[in-house]
């Protein structure tokens, strides 16, 4: 049997229509790829469709800003839902079927269902936000078992949500491999997102002090430092000395179990989060150490 070749992007709202066309092509034999995005896509969500692309037969990207992730005083109603131009991008990034689906078809009334993964969900971005990690947890879960792809790629900018997702996916034996894939930079250093949009010229100069606290934190280890209560402090230092920059953390933590650490390890990273304005911006460094 020859597999189908899609030609242009299908658009389904429905868990029907996305299981029906997935069915199609793994009968074919041909793998699935997934990308979950909440839309307002940038040059980082396209990079992530590539990668699917480039690794996978058939393509497949949700967008769905989801309510259960919010806080009530957070941005769901004025996250930016630029439709037309989320799906030019994808299919000029290459994927085959975008899932758009409503609020009503991801949680039906009455939904009562929901993923926590303990220990991981309520530290850093987690303490700051509370029930976002099991808003995140639960929407992914149900994407996961709604496309069963063989691959799912997330960026490597939400570092805490990626790992919570291999976690997850790991101990609920969801058949979905995740791949992580590195943070887009705009030229100035300024990790890509969807949130930059909120940012005023003045507030999205203070936020470069995220990615330069990285580079200091980077050359301190690189330079032997093994003080990471040191690190952090000159981190928390450089965030705290900006104008417009209201630091929320900035720490140096285990790179799978974001347990605090001491002293250097062979594999950490470094996670911040600051305010600027009314917006929230998290950025991070892995740092593997021989
Ligand atoms: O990273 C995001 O855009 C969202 O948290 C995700 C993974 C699509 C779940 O809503």
């Given at each position: 049997m020859t597999a189908p070749q899609p030609t242009t992007l299908l658009v389904a709202e429905t868990v029907a229509d996305v299981r029906a066309a997935v069915t199609v092509m793994r009968r074919a034999g041909r793998s699935v790829g997934f990308v979950p995005t909440m839309g307002a896509l940038h040059a980082g969500h396209v990079s992530l469709i590539e990668q699917a692309r480039a690794e996978c037969d058939f393509v497949v990207v949700s967008i769905f800003v989801n309510p259960?992730?919010?806080?009530?005083?957070?941005d769901f109603n004025r996250y930016p839902r630029p439709r037309e131009r989320d799906l030019e991008l994808c299919a000029n990034a290459g994927a085959d079927l975008v899932f758009y689906p409503t609020v009503d078809t991801m949680y039906p009334p009455g939904h009562r269902t929901f993923v926590e993964v303990s220990g991981l969900s309520d530290v850093l971005e987690g303490q700051i936000r509370p029930g976002h990690f099991r808003g995140v947890a639960t929407v992914v879960t149900k994407l996961f078992l709604i496309v069963l792809a063989d691959k799912a790629f997330f960026g490597q900018k939400d570092y805490q949500q990626q790992m919570l997702i291999r976690v997850m996916t790991r101990e609920l034996n969801l058949p979905t491999e995740i791949v992580t894939c590195p943070t887009l930079r705009d030229p100035d250093g300024l990790a890509m997102s969807s949130r930059n949009a909120y940012l005023s010229a003045t507030e999205r100069q203070a936020g470069l002090c995220l990615s330069q606290a990285l580079r200091l934190a980077e050359r301190s280890f690189a330079s032997g430092e093994c003080d990471v209560k040191q690190v952090e402090a000159a981190m928390r230092g450089m965030i705290e000395a900006t104008p417009g920059a209201v630091l929320d953390y900035a720490v140096v933590v285990h790179s799978e179990t974001l347990c605090p650490l001491a002293t250097a390890e062979p594999e950490m990273v470094a996670l911040i989060a600051a305010r600027f304005g009314t917006t929230r911006l998290i950025d991070n460094a892995v740092f593997i150490r021989k």
């Open positions: 259960t992730q919010f806080g009530p005083n957070e």
